[in-house]
């Protein structure tokens, strides 16, 4: 309410300034004298799109009028909502830069936050072919580190101080992990996390957006 008495009081001043009656000042939004009369008042809250014609109507920018005007206090459900809003940085490196310290940045793609939860992801750019037609070069994984994978899961290793991209099969006891090149056991590598997104489009990592 003390947002609104004091761009109203402003309105006022600056109708009166310019020798404006209220009927006046209405034809400039297509209201009533009384219409403009609550505004003033601080009774009826003016939407942003009227408050900048009315602006225009009495000679000044939209600024002039909210400028050093006290927000009001936000409210614990808009900053919930806020901080879901708020995009997450999500940083692409090289197959070669995992082990790297510190690690080499190709670029970023932006999340939101409902989209990451609490967990940690990377994006990895591919080179060469992995599994084709589902990976294949210059594509870009993007993977939840630490996560446990099941038998179908496309996983991303570590083996001699390289990323792989391979599919984790689960045959009874016998785990694989597979990819154009062959098959192999997870005894060599570590398994470092589960691909939950394939971006197969070609993007500029310039405009770190995928």
């Not at 408050?51 to 936000?74: K, M, N, Q, W």
């Not at 070669?96 to 990377?122: C, D, F």
């Not at 070069?137 to 446990?148: E, K, M, P, Q």
């Not at 290793?157 to 090149?181: C, P």
């Amino acid at each position: 309410m003390e947002r609104r008495i004091l761009i109203g009081n402003r309105i006022r001043a600056a109708r009166k300034q310019l020798g404006m009656s209220q009927t006046d000042l209405g034809k400039v939004l297509g209201r009533s004298h009384v219409a403009i009369s609550k505004i003033e008042r601080g009774i009826t809250k003016l939407d942003i799109t009227d408050l900048e014609r009315l602006a225009r109507g009495l000679g000044h920018t939209l600024d002039y009028f909210i400028s050093d005007v006290p927000l009001p206090p936000i409210t614990p459900q808009q900053l919930k909502r806020l901080c879901r809003e708020i995009p997450i940085a999500i940083p692409i490196i090289s197959q070669e830069a995992w082990l790297q310290q510190p690690q080499e940045v190709l670029g970023y793609a932006y999340w939101h936050q409902n989209e990451v939860g609490k967990r940690e992801i990377m994006g990895l750019r591919v080179k060469g072919v992995s599994i084709p037609p589902l990976i294949e070069d210059g594509d870009t994984v993007f993977f939840a580190v630490g996560i446990a994978p099941k038998s179908g899961d496309l996983v991303v290793v570590t083996l001699d101080n390289q990323m792989l991209v391979k599919q984790f099969l689960k045959r009874g006891k016998t785990i694989t992990l597979e990819d154009q090149a062959g098959v192999m056991k997870p005894d060599n590598c570590t398994i470092e996390g589960v691909v939950i997104q394939v971006c197969k489009e070609l993007f500029s990592l310039a405009s770190d957006d995928c």
